[in-house]
């Protein structure tokens, strides 16, 4: 072979390298450049949320603050009025059933949470989650043996809360809610804890699917008020 030839064989392997490393090196600064660009996006997106949160947080705090305030100013103008007296304690009243008043009292707790078995090692793996038809069975068994008051991880139950599946979690009242699930209830507790005989749905989670549940009963439980606003566009008062 020539000197020519082996000139031309040297630069055409050396021109081929080239191009392939910066092929290459092109690549990866694209790769690299998406990945940025896409954490830039995530953190710049994760902000956002967390400046709204605030935000939602602190106007939260400010309309409980000018609730606690409106609730003094009707005390004082009510103490020397019989009519609105009686008027402010049907309100009182009305706002603990409706769900937006905080209530305390003698009840049960539940906590319900996915089995810790191996998904693997059962043909339906999806008996061993948590789903939002167990969380409304067991609303409607408290509901059913007397429970006054009932709250799931925070969210107060009222006429129009709505318990749907999302995935691997639950919305209550539009908040996503995942295991384990706290239920709270007010009421008499040796009625409500019956929800844990045998045969029942409770012990049924548990032997049947496998669910970690357990249910106690509480002289003191507290169920928060609800938190959202009641907008009933349709009911009228009867005239």
């Given at each position: 072979?020539?000197?020519?030839?082996?000139?031309?064989?040297?630069?055409?392997?050396?021109?081929?390298?080239?191009?392939?490393?910066?092929?290459?090196?092109?690549?990866?600064?694209?790769?690299?450049?998406?990945k940025v660009s896409k954490n830039y996006e995530q953190n710049n997106l994760r902000a956002e949320v967390l400046k709204y949160k605030e935000k939602y947080d602190n106007l939260l705090r400010e309309l409980e603050e000018i609730d606690?305030?409106?609730?003094?100013?009707?005390?004082?103008?009510?103490?020397?009025?019989?009519?609105?007296e009686e008027s402010n304690k049907k309100i009182i009243e009305g706002n603990k059933v409706?769900?937006?008043?905080?209530?305390?009292?003698?009840?049960?707790i539940i906590t319900i949470s996915d089995s810790e078995i191996d998904q693997?090692?059962?043909?339906?793996?999806?008996?061993?989650l948590v789903h939002d038809k167990d969380i409304l069975?067991?609303?409607?068994?408290?509901?059913?043996?007397?429970?006054?008051?009932?709250?799931?991880?925070?969210?107060?139950?009222?006429?129009?809360?709505?318990?749907?599946?999302?995935?691997?979690?639950?919305?209550?009242?539009?908040?996503?809610?995942?295991?384990?699930?706290?239920?709270?209830?007010?009421?008499?507790?040796e009625t409500l804890a019956n929800l844990n005989r045998p045969g029942g749905f409770l012990n049924y989670l548990q032997e049947e699917r496998k669910l970690k549940v357990n249910l106690k009963k509480d002289n003191n439980v507290n169920i928060p008020k609800y938190a959202g606003v009641l907008n009933f566009k349709h009911i009228k008062r009867d005239k």
């Open positions: 072979m020539t000197n020519k030839k082996i000139i031309s064989l040297v630069l055409g392997i050396m021109c081929f390298a080239l191009t392939a490393g910066i092929c290459i090196q092109v690549k990866t600064v694209n790769n690299t450049n998406s606690e305030q409106l609730l003094k100013e009707i005390d004082k103008a009510a103490a020397n009025n019989s009519e609105l409706i769900g937006l008043s905080e209530v305390n009292g003698t009840g049960v693997n090692s059962v043909l339906d793996s999806s008996d061993l069975k067991i609303v409607n068994e408290l509901k059913n043996a007397g429970a006054e008051a009932i709250s799931i991880n925070g969210q107060r139950v009222i006429l129009t809360t709505s318990i749907v599946c999302g995935g691997n979690i639950i919305n209550i009242n539009g908040e996503k809610i995942g295991s384990p699930f706290e239920i709270k209830a007010i009421g008499l507790p």
